[in-house]
């Protein structure tokens, strides 16, 4: 029986429709239980915070999960990642309080929760990047003063436009993605092609 680890997050109800589109049942789940075996599945499912998630499965607690694309750039976890979640799609973007980048070299104060993905989006510009990271809610680091810019998920763009912010720059797109353990892999291959197919059959990974 292989362990699957699904994310708490905003990623969760895109696996769980994956996984029904694919065939499998769910019966029994329960979003409140962090540990739970789904008998006609074949599974055993740990439900875990986005941020760790990776971590599990790279030290083979769980033999596979589903993470957003955000937390494996932040992370750099050494997973087999073979497919991505057409639902749940959203991205990662420059914003600010005016529609525009800062200019070519100037140093600008960067907001973000994500710094090393974003020191990798932001190593090619002209500008330099001073970046910091916030726990909290990014969007108020450009309203405050903190900081000129911030990068963040945008999905629909309700919060930007409460705020009257601007997103300046579509910098990545970010998908849920099914991971697997590399060991997990050769010790399940079968039980791990199947499920990779099925998701594959019912049209909801890319």
Same mark, same amino acid.
């Given at each position: 029986?292989?362990?699957?680890?699904?994310?708490?997050?905003?990623?969760?109800?895109?696996?769980?429709?994956?996984?029904?589109?694919a065939?499998?049942?769910?019966?029994?789940?329960?979003?409140?239980?962090?540990?739970?075996?789904?008998?006609?599945? %074949?599974?055993? @499912? *740990?439900?875990?915070?986005?941020? /760790? $998630?990776?971590?599990?499965?790279?030290?083979?607690?769980?033999? +596979?999960?589903?993470? %957003?694309?955000? @937390? *494996?750039?932040?992370?750099?976890? /050494? $997973?087999?990642?073979?497919?991505?979640?057409?639902?749940?799609? +959203?991205?990662?973007?420059?914003?600010?309080?005016?529609?525009?980048?800062?200019e070519?070299?100037t140093?600008?104060?960067?907001?973000?929760?994500?710094?090393?993905?974003?020191?990798?989006?932001?190593?090619?510009?002209?500008?330099?990047?001073?970046?910091?990271?916030?726990?909290?809610?990014?969007?108020?680091?450009?309203?405050?003063?903190?900081?000129?810019?911030?990068?963040?998920?945008?999905?629909?763009?309700?919060?930007?436009?409460?705020?009257?912010?601007c997103e300046?720059?579509?910098?990545?797109?970010?998908?849920?993605c099914?991971?697997?353990?590399?060991?997990?892999?050769?010790?399940?291959?079968?039980?791990?092609?199947?499920?990779?197919?099925?998701?594959?059959?019912?049209?909801?990974?890319?």
């Amino acid at each position: 029986m292989i362990r699957l680890a699904l994310p708490k997050g905003r990623n969760l109800s895109s696996a769980l429709d994956a996984l029904r589109a694919a065939g499998y049942s769910l019966a029994g789940f329960d979003k409140d239980r962090l540990r739970q075996t789904l008998e006609d599945d %074949g599974v055993e @499912v *740990l439900l875990l915070k986005d941020w /760790d $998630l990776p971590l599990y499965v790279e030290y083979g607690i769980a033999d +596979c999960g589903v993470v %957003g694309t955000d @937390v *494996l750039e932040e992370v750099e976890s /050494d $997973l087999l990642v073979p497919l991505r979640i057409r639902e749940g799609r +959203c991205r990662m973007s420059l914003i600010g309080l005016e529609n525009k980048t800062p200019e070519a070299g100037t140093q600008a104060r960067v907001a973000t929760k994500y710094p090393n993905w974003t020191r990798r989006l932001l190593a090619d510009r002209p500008w330099g990047a001073e970046i910091f990271r916030l726990q909290g809610s990014v969007e108020l680091g450009p309203l405050l003063n903190l900081s000129e810019v911030a990068v963040d998920i945008v999905q629909t763009g309700r919060t930007l436009r409460t705020h009257n912010l601007c997103e300046i720059e579509v910098l990545a797109e970010i998908a849920p993605c099914v991971v697997m353990n590399r060991a997990s892999f050769q010790r399940y291959r079968e039980e791990l092609n199947a499920l990779g197919e099925r998701l594959e059959q019912a049209g909801v990974v890319s």
